[in-house]
């Protein structure tokens, strides 16, 4: 991720374009499992301590500089969502990706 990032690929419009085209996917398999009794409380947690975190004095402090004040955004979503999920236990995962992928 950050090799990518600093060689300026994250921006690279293939990977945009499939980021959004599976951005509805993403969002059903992460509602899913935050209602899945399979999952820890602990984990669930995860994303609203995330969310708690972005909406700090400091952090609100940084969204008046122009550039850093998105990316920190960016950043702390894609970071608690990756912790979440890499939270979740595997099998849970797979489930509901597979479910989400046949449109069940």
């Known amino acids: 991720m950050f090799g990518s990032f600093l060689r300026m690929q994250l921006l690279n419009p293939r990977r945009v374009r499939g980021m959004v085209l599976y951005l509805p996917h993403f969002v059903r398999v992460f509602w899913r499992l935050m209602g899945d009794r399979r999952v820890s409380t ?28 998105e990316l920190d955004w960016l950043l702390v979503g894609y970071l608690t969502l990756k912790l979440f ?12 990706v597979a479910q989400v992928a046949r449109g069940v």
């Open 85 to 96: 999920i890499w939270m979740c236990p595997p099998d849970v995962v797979r489930e509901h």
């Open 42 to 69: 602990l984990t669930k947690l995860v994303p609203l301590l995330g969310l708690l975190l972005l909406i700090t004095p400091p952090a609100l402090e940084l969204d008046l500089v122009p550039i850093i004040g």
